[in-house]
């Protein structure tokens, strides 16, 4: 699976948000990209999963140009081949752990218990399937996160700012086990974040500013 991106620009109106942005990102690869606050970091990794549009370039997952499918199209690639872990969470509160990690399985009509266990096992929260997320901590709930976007085995996965609400301790925590799961599925993984501890243990750390993408640390530093 390789992810490549072509002189991708968006705006919102008449203001770009991001303009001439390219990157390729190598299966296995672990690219983080950092920036200011504003200059797009989220709506570029929306993009990159086709949850958002764009206005110029492409967009490419394991050759499939996104920008040539339809939404339901879309959504079918993100659902086999594109894991998403939000800052957020995006949990669902009326489903316990268990189910949550479930969800993309049985939407690809494969549901495995035994993956699902593995995958809670995996994440530290073996013994937690049965709780609902309201009994979770903010680390907990992250962890639940990184296990339901792996769950189907994603061939890339993207990730917004998965320890923007953590204390650092915490942080560190669910990002050690975001990488030794990325890594063990040899999924790509792309991660937009302020936090420099997380960034500095990508293999490339990119920044993003209003004319693309640039080597860190960026051009005015």
């Known amino acids: 699976m390789s992810l490549v991106v072509q002189d991708l620009s ?13 990157l390729n990102v190598q ?7 950092v920036g200011e606050s504003g200059v797009g ?8 999963a086709g949850l958002d549009h764009w206005d110029s370039g492409t967009v490419s997952i394991d050759g ?6 339809d939404d339901d199209a879309r959504a079918r690639l993100r659902r086999e081949k594109v894991g998403f872990v939000f800052q957020a969470f995006h949990v669902l509160p009326h489903l316990d752990v268990a189910q949550n ?13 035994a993956r699902v266990q593995a995958m809670l096992d995996a994440v530290g929260l073996g013994t937690l399937g049965a709780r ?4 979770l901590s903010g680390g907990q709930l992250q962890r639940v996160a990184i296990a339901r976007a792996l769950v189907h085995r994603p061939a890339l996965l993207l990730a917004d700012e998965p320890t923007g609400n953590l204390d650092p301790s915490t942080a560190a925590s669910v990002m050690a086990a975001l990488i030794a799961q990325t ?3 040899g999924a790509a993984l792309v991660l937009v974040t302020h936090a420099m501890p997380a960034a500095l243990q990508a293999d490339r750390i ?4 209003a004319d693309g993408l640039h080597p860190y640390p960026p051009k005015n530093a």
């Open 10 to 22: 968006k705006r919102y109106g008449e203001v770009p948000v991001f303009q001439h942005v390219s």
């Open 27 to 33: 299966p296995g690869e672990f690219v983080a990209i």
């Open 41 to 48: 970091k989220s709506t570029l990794l929306n993009c990159l």
């Open 64 to 69: 499939v140009d996104l920008g040539s499918l």
């Open 101 to 113: 990690v479930a969800l993309p399985l049985m939407l690809l009509n494969r549901p495995d218990p």
């Open 132 to 135: 609902l997320p309201q009994q």
């Open 183 to 185: 890594r063990e599925h």
């Open 206 to 209: 990119l920044t993003l500013q």
